[in-house]
């Protein structure tokens, strides 16, 4: 990606830059240095030459190139939420603080030491939102939405959270997300799982992901629970890591997705929350199950499956994969029937999920199942000839209208026909138009393939246009 690049020399232009006085002596050594005549320049015309500014460490650009790829994401996800009947929500990027503290918990990865939290002219302490769901219930609760009603939203957008930048995690990233309210489940449950598997289908990517499945019953099984697991923990104490001996107390459910194998190695013989679960957590968990096994959707138990986040009951899921390395997760959700009331709302069920979009288009780059997507421009038309510049305009012009859908790029900064001709390559169309002195006089225009498709030849514009609109479809 972009970053991989800024990463390198970009990334060594600024640290020299930054400690320029401290990097001359080893300039001067003769110290190998890649960089070498790009660093000296920097050095020495900094006096006179604005310095570059670079992005923040973590936040991408989604360059030209890149750009299609996730055009056609965002256009597929788009697409299959219309087809499950659900309509998109708009949240603002900068929420209050409490909002978030409150949603997503104090004792949370993301609230302890993820947020970008700062205070605005007024001395409001506001936050960058490190997710969606907290803001789509506070706009939900704000508006009305889901008083004693049913309501199916999704959503699309950056997200902020300070984390260490790697490949899959950055400090700016997007998400898709649905969340759903007013609706028990646990068909609903089945329903917003079997739409991510129709996702994965649709990119080709369903034998590279799989389904981790748990349920973490209701909050009065998880306190016996939660007592049961810390007398156990407090067996191992001076063995745990410095992460489960802080959140054995705070938050001791989280001591189950510990990373450490020593803590996973003690867990073995842990209580398990299964044995905690009531009639009716077991019995939706059974019926979330029954769903997706007539559905055809493969899962895993994952009993250590608690998720970061504190709002959930009931079912969770992840959507793993083993093409990312590390950050294995591109998708993950539940249930939150409790954060409606929690945010001061009337007391709804709800359950959601988000989806990592680079993360997603990262695994569509590593599968190389990106090959089909088009580049920005289908066709250049070039212009040779003294004055063509008018009646090429006005055939560009004619193009458009008849065929909407066409992406033309017209030449433009005069030049020789070789010239114009490799500008065409470079713009990734398959196709040139060629509009010379002799095809103006006679209402035609020269069609010439460039990814070897077939031979050139003249044509009338109206027959260009049939044979473009045949292309097109
Ligand atoms: P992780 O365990 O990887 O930190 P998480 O549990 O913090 O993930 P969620 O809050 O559940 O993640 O967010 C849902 C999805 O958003 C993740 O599964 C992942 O695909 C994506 N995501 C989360 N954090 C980042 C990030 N910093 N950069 C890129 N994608 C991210
Ligand atoms: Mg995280």
New binding site residues.
């Given amino acids: 990606m972009a970053r991989s690049d800024r990463e390198g020399l970009g990334a060594s232009l600024s640290r020299f830059s930054h400690h320029a006085a401290l990097e001359l002596p080893r300039f001067y050594l003769g110290v190998e240095n890649p960089y070498n005549a790009a660093t000296f320049h920097v050095f020495f015309s900094s006096s006179n030459v604005a310095k570059q500014i670079q992005a923040i460490r973590?936040m991408n650009d989604c360059l030209p190139e890149q750009s299609p790829v996730w055009q056609k994401v965002e256009q597929t996800l788009r697409q299959v939420v219309a087809s499950y009947g659900y309509s998109e929500v708009r949240m603002p990027i900068v929420e209050q603080t409490h909002l978030f503290k409150r949603a997503i918990g104090e004792v949370t990865?993301?609230v302890e030491k993820?947020m970008y939290t700062f205070e605005d002219r007024n001395g409001d302490s506001l936050t960058l939102r490190?997710?969606g769901t907290a803001s789509c219930v506070r706009a939900g609760i704000e508006h009305g939405l889901l008083y004693n009603q049913e309501r199916r939203m999704w959503y699309m957008g950056p997200?902020f959270?300070h984390?260490r930048?790697q490949k899959?995690?950055?400090?700016q990233?997007?998400?898709f997300?649905v969340e759903l309210f007013g609706i028990n489940g646990p068909d609903i449950d089945a329903e917003l799982i079997m739409l991510t598997h129709r996702l994965w289908r649709l990119f080709g990517i369903q034998d590279h992901v799989c389904l981790q499945l748990n349920t973490l019953g209701q909050s009065e099984e998880r306190a016996a629970y939660r007592d049961a697991l810390v007398a156990y923990l407090e067996q191992y104490k001076d063995e745990l890591d410095e992460d489960s001996q802080r959140r054995m107390y705070s938050n001791p459910l989280r001591v189950l997705d510990s990373k450490s194998e020593r803590v996973q190695e003690i867990l073995v013989g842990a209580p398990r929350l299964f044995d905690h679960l009531g009639e009716e957590s077991l019995a939706h968990f059974e019926g979330l199950k029954t769903l997706l096994d007539t559905a055809g959707i493969q899962y895993e138990v994952n009993e250590r499956l608690v998720?970061?986040?504190d709002y959930y009951n009931l079912t969770v899921f992840?959507?793993v994969t083993s093409s990312l390395g590390a950050?294995?997760?591109?998708?993950?959700?539940g249930r939150y029937d409790g954060l409606v009331e929690q945010l001061g709302g009337q007391a709804t069920p709800a359950v959601g999920?988000?989806?990592?979009?680079?993360?997603?288009v990262l695994m569509l780059e590593t599968l190389e199942l990106n090959a089909d997507i088009r580049p920005g421009v289908d066709v250049y038309l070039a212009m040779v000839g003294e004055g063509i510049a008018s009646a090429g305009f006005q055939l560009a012009e004619r193009l458009r209208d008849a065929l909407p859908d066409l992406r033309l790029m017209s030449h433009c900064g005069g030049g020789n026909f070789k010239k114009q001709l490799k500008r065409a390559d470079k713009s990734g169309a398959s196709i040139a138009l060629i509009l010379g002195e002799s095809e103006a006089q006679n209402g035609e225009v020269t069609i010439k393939y460039l990814r070897g498709q077939g031979e050139q030849q003249t044509l009338k514009v109206d027959a260009v246009i049939a044979l473009l609109a045949v292309k097109g479809e």
Avoid: K, N, S
């Fill in positions: 973590g990865d993301v993820e490190p997710e997200m959270r984390e930048p899959g995690r950055y400090r990233f997007h998400q997300g998720r970061g986040l992840e959507w950050q294995g997760t591109v998708l993950a959700g999920f988000a989806m990592g979009i680079e993360r997603l």
